[in-house]
């Protein structure tokens, strides 16, 4: 279940430091699954029509804010920020459930994978919810821990220099803590069908979860 309350320790950094490159690469040698995560997302993320302003929280390398049109990232992994920064991206180091924003300073905010490696998802639900305007929206990317991809990688999970840090969440986990902190007006898609072996082409995204492994869920404050 989604940890309340937790004290917040440091931050998992050093994996990602220290394989930032390997971390990278990956989108290139998965393009197709990436390119499809990134559909999926454009769906609740449409910068140039609407001229929203957004932040990406848990930046990474700038994957996902860069081809979005999200200006602003913010990541604990200085190494990560200086290639998010390479990709055009303003990058700030900090955590997610400290936010060195003032409220209500963005239209949007993104948390793609994310809450797996947050420490405290309720403190940083709770900072979303303060920076962001009212009407304004959070959307979560994340893999359903009950899909077929993430039971895979719960199965594997020590072997990953990534994941073996990540905690896995299903969506009803995901949705009870944003009820909790005040979201609401909840919509979901999905794409990443069977085996990452099968996507062999970018995916089309359909409503709702329960068939694939990567879930969007946009939740209103």
């Known amino acids: 279940m989604i940890r309340y309350g937790a004290v917040v320790d440091v931050p998992v950094i050093e994996p990602f430091e220290e394989n930032c490159a390997e971390y990278d690469r990956w989108f290139d ?16 993320i449409r910068v140039g029509e609407r ?15 860069a081809p979005l049109g999200i200006g602003v ?9 200086e290639v998010a920064r390479e990709r055009g991206i303003s990058f700030l180091g900090g955590v997610a459930e400290s936010l ?4 209500e300073a963005f239209d949007f905010v993104l948390m793609m994978v ?17 920076v962001l305007k009212v009407n304004g929206s959070l959307i979560v990317g994340f893999i359903d821990k009950y899909s077929f991809l993430g039971r895979t990688y719960l199965h594997k999970k020590e072997k990953s220099k990534f994941y073996r840090y990540a905690r896995f969440y299903s969506v009803d986990e995901v949705m009870v803590g944003l009820r909790y902190t005040g979201f609401h007006n909840f919509k979901m898609i999905q794409t990443i069908f069977g085996g990452l072996e099968d996507i062999t082409t970018v995916q089309s995204f359909r409503d709702g979860h329960g068939d694939g492994s990567f879930v969007v869920l946009q939740a209103l404050k």
């Open 51 to 65: 001229g929203e302003k957004g932040v990406e929280i848990g930046v990474g390398t700038g994957r996902f804010a």
């Open 100 to 103: 060195p924003f003032r409220d």
């Open 114 to 130: 994310t809450i797996c490696f947050v420490e405290d998802v309720k403190r940083a639900f709770d900072e979303v919810y303060r």
């Open 29 to 44: 040698e998965n393009r197709f699954i990436y390119l499809s995560e990134l559909e999926a997302l454009r769906h609740f």
């Open 73 to 81: 990232g913010i990541d604990p992994s200085w190494r990560m920020g």
